[in-house]
């Protein structure tokens, strides 16, 4: 059984920073890219990031580039999202996604991914 578990999550003032954490199980994780999404009430569900299988290559959403940085340890089956310089539109449910695809195609929408964990809430206050 698969399971993607994320944590880190809390309450951080503007301009501060977190690290989001997602750790795997039931699933060869080396063999799959990992992808951070969010979504904040009444939104749909939005891309943050992605990392590949091996951790060369990463994509950012236009509204956390410069500012979030995903990495992996595939020795842990652990994915991270460090978030810094966190403004109150950050706030959202952030969830870690599994995609046993390649990165070639829209890897930034949702059905691209085949497990998601429960997410973790960040709230940035003003």
């Known amino acids: 059984q698969v399971q993607l578990v994320e944590s880190g999550g809390g309450l951080v003032q503007t301009g501060g920073s977190l690290r989001l954490s997602c750790a795997a199980s039931?699933?060869?994780?080396?063999?799959?890219?990992m992808g951070w999404f969010r979504q904040a009430p009444g939104k749909e569900r939005e891309f943050v990031s992605r990392?590949?299988?091996?951790?060369?290559?990463?994509y950012y959403g236009d509204s956390v580039k410069g500012r979030f940085t995903i990495t992996r340890d595939n020795a842990k089956n652990t994915v991270y999202l460090q978030m810094n310089s966190l403004k109150p539109e950050d706030t959202a449910v952030y969830y870690c996604?599994?995609?046993?695809?390649?990165?070639?195609?829209?890897?930034?929408?949702?059905?691209?991914?085949?497990?998601w964990g429960q997410g973790t809430q960040v709230t940035v206050s003003s």
């Open positions: 996604a599994a995609d046993f695809g390649s990165d070639i195609g829209r890897y930034y929408l949702t059905h691209k991914y085949d497990y």
């Open positions: 039931g699933l060869t994780f080396s063999t799959y890219a």
């Open positions: 990392i590949s299988r091996s951790g060369a290559n990463t």
